[in-house]
């Protein structure tokens, strides 16, 4: 089996758009990055069908086994996961092939995704404590928006972050920038997603574990990859946040010693 993607491809994305800056606040309690596929939306399995398709078609890779390269390599733009699987293949190529994967994407497999059965109820229960909830993608802002307006959530976050604002790592970098000096959340479902995680300081990844045909990452691989907690159900979150607040590196506070009153 193919290895796993590592952050080294983390830096391969479309050209970020450029858009009007928002400007830094101070929330409550801290911040959750949630990542879409395969975290929010149980859509993993539809789009690596997709996936197989299409690179079955474009490079001639047996369906299934060009499903679980897809599947191994999750988490980085799919034009990342292109130019590690295919590296020799030209560049027009790899573009043309895509921008199929996502026009079917979106045809094939967000047009029958939903949210996992907890997802709702989390999103709300966390609201209500006060964390502040937002999003980041490898799909564009606008279909992650539609597809959390469709399925009823895109009223508890607070801000999307997609492709056409550049990589996770990116992201992340601009919600620190935006919620400064408090605890910070990846929950992400890729080891990509815990190592992107990782190179932001004051970010804390957390896991969502999978199992698919044919494919499994469990909690154990996520936790050896940097999760600070992983599962294959959110359920627990809300529970353990704070927990994982009180020990994460932001939550600390830097405080000088105390000087000795004169007697």
């Not at 606008?142 to 539609?146: N, S, V, W, Y």
């Not at 959390?148 to 999307?160: A, D, I, N, P």
């Not at 479902?189 to 997603?193: G, I, K």
């Given at each position: 089996?193919?290895?796993p ?11 970020p758009m ?7 606040r101070t929330v409550?309690?801290?911040v959750?990055v949630?990542?879409l596929d ?6 993993i ?12 078609e474009?490079f001639?890779t047996p ?9 191994a390599t ?7 996961q292109?130019a ?14 895509a921008?199929?994967f996502?026009e079917?994407k ?8 939903a ?7 989390l999103l709300?229960?966390?609201d209500?404590?006060r964390?502040?909830l937002?999003?980041s993608?490898?799909?564009?802002r ?5 597809l ?13 972050l ?9 992201h992340?970098a601009?919600y620190r920038?935006r919620y400064?000096g408090?605890p910070?959340?990846?929950?992400g ?5 815990m190592?992107?995680?990782l190179s932001?300081?004051g970010?804390v990844p957390?896991?969502?574990?999978s199992?698919l045909p044919?494919?499994s ?13 992983a599962?294959?159900?959110?359920g627990?979150l809300?529970?353990?946040l704070p927990e994982?607040r009180a ?9 000088a010693?105390?000087k000795?009153?004169?007697?």
């Open positions: 089996m193919l290895a993607a590592t952050s080294a491809y983390a830096e391969i994305a479309r050209v450029i858009e009007e800056t928002v400007a830094p409550e309690r801290g959750v949630f990542d395969g975290t929010l939306l149980d859509d399995g539809l789009i690596s069908l997709v996936a197989g398709e299409v690179l079955a474009a001639g369906p299934e086994e060009a499903r679980i390269h897809y599947l999750t988490g980085m733009p799919f034009e990342a292109l590690q699987l295919y590296p020799t293949a030209p560049l027009e190529a790899r573009h043309a092939t921008r199929k996502h079917k979106v045809k094939e497999a967000y047009s029958h995704a949210p996992f059965p907890e997802i709702p109820k709300k229960q966390l209500r404590e964390w502040t937002v999003v993608t490898g799909a564009e606008e279909t992650a928006d539609l959390l307006e469709r399925e009823g959530l895109r009223y508890w976050f607070e801000g999307v997609g492709s056409g604002q550049g990589t996770k790592r990116e992340l601009e920038r400064p408090v910070m959340f990846l929950v479902d890729s080891r990509f997603d190592e992107a995680a932001v300081p970010v957390v896991g969502r574990a199992m044919g494919w990452l469990t909690p154990d691989d996520l936790t050896r990859w940097g999760a600070a907690w599962d294959y159900s959110l627990a809300p529970a353990l994982l020990a994460a590196p932001s939550a600390r506070k830097s405080q010693p105390a000795r009153r004169r007697k």
